[in-house]
């Protein structure tokens, strides 16, 4: 079975698939749309045991398109991968990370972050949301931009932000506790 990893940044998502039989690796890099990351895991579906993607800023959509594609996709805590490289002789690069953590996967050796679930993390952003406002809504900027970068993807958040929240809505808006409400649409 295969194992893959992907590299999140702003601009562009570097994955790795690893076959720990032959010790080959295929890698990919690709912009950061759900487009893109579509076209990818297309061609791996029903291939690879799981994906790993290391728990930094953007990393709760890249999450949830591969988890609605099927896929088994594990958080990996950045500080403790990082301690298990050790001391790095060469430049940290994306394709070294990608690499590094398929590999992890791939000997059972990935130390995982706790995803929590959908309920609670509609929770956590409102909770960001409404701590936010008071501190950015005289200025008259967008407090819903943050949430709509974590929960809809970059695309959609470029398109947020501005005086007016999403959607064109204030921001204020954003903040009711239903259940049902959600930033980005």
Known sequence: MLYAAIDIHKRALQAAVL???????VEERFSVDR?????WAGQWRGRLEAVAIEATTGWRWVWRELVERGFEVRLAEPVQTRALLGRR?????????????????AKEMLPESWIPPEQIQQLRDRTRLRKRWPR???AGVSACTPTCSTRAGPARARICSG??????RPPSSSLSTRASTRCWR
């Not at 076959?19 to 690796?25: A, K, R, T, Y």
């Not at 487009?35 to 076209?39: C, I």
């Open 19 to 25: 076959d720990p039989d032959g010790g080959e690796v």
């Open 35 to 39: 487009e893109s990351l579509a076209r």
């Open 89 to 105: 002789r060469s430049a940290k690069t994306d394709r070294l990370d990608a690499r590094w953590l398929a590999r992890l996967l």
């Open 136 to 138: 950015t809504g005289a």
């Open 163 to 168: 005086r007016r929240g999403c959607a064109g």
